[in-house]
């Protein structure tokens, strides 16, 4: 089955960068972005793929760039990762041309959505003794309640970004409390994330921005948090067209 078979030209393409080597670095680098199939040549082993943008600026990706593509075909959500081969102007469309490095795969994406919120939670950092009993019980200690104040800013199924005055280095692990409300109930959640990537807030150097990857979420969290992610953007959709 080719390229041609599934991706047609206008397809929505998600595509985020594949940085090799240090996961913590990838980490503060991955921002997908979106876009769409210009074309796929049929007499070429290549796609061409609209130049995103972010808000009202271009994304330029150069030649010799990688990145992981998920297109939302008619049968699926199909991904493979690419490299920049060219770029140019084709009818006053800027287009980046990519030779694909793998075969096509249909995913289950889900994890990956994605919503802007803004959630309350608290927060603990694992000492060292209770860090080695969740990562080999995945239990947390019941008498350490996370107390320090952090609003969640971006939040999927994989891990969210949130801000905080409090200074949490890079790698470790942290107790994370919130309550998200899903079809009017609110339910409280206790998680750990691994935090990725941290980053003083533009404009207040005080506060801290983290990235954080949800470890050993149980399947029903994940579920959940999913869900909440469809029911507000469906409520957002709705309060934009009055319905």
Known sequence: ??????????????????????????????????????????????????????????????????????????????????????????????????????????????????????VGMTARMLDDRQEALYLEKHTLDALSVPDEKCVIVDLSGGGMRFISSRKFPKGCLIHARFVLNIQGNGRCYDTVLRILYTDPVLGNPKNMEYRGQFLFLEGGDREDIIRYIFEEQRKERQRKTGN
């Open 1 to 118: 089955m080719t390229f041609q078979d599934i991706i047609r030209p206008g397809v929505r393409t998600d595509i985020e960068p594949v940085i090799p080597g240090d996961e913590v670095d990838e980490a503060k680098e991955k921002k997908t972005y979106i876009t769409r199939v210009y074309d796929i040549p049929e007499d070429d082993d290549v796609v061409e793929l609209v130049m995103p943008m972010d808000g009202t600026r271009l994304i330029v990706l150069d030649p010799g760039s990688r990145f992981r593509l998920f297109f939302y075909a008619a049968k699926g959500i199909y991904a493979c990762e690419a490299e920049v081969v060219d770029r140019g102007n084709i009818d006053g469309v800027a287009v980046a041309v990519l030779e694909p490095l793998t075969d096509l795969e249909k995913v289950q994406r889900r994890e990956f959505f994605r919503y802007n919120t803004v």
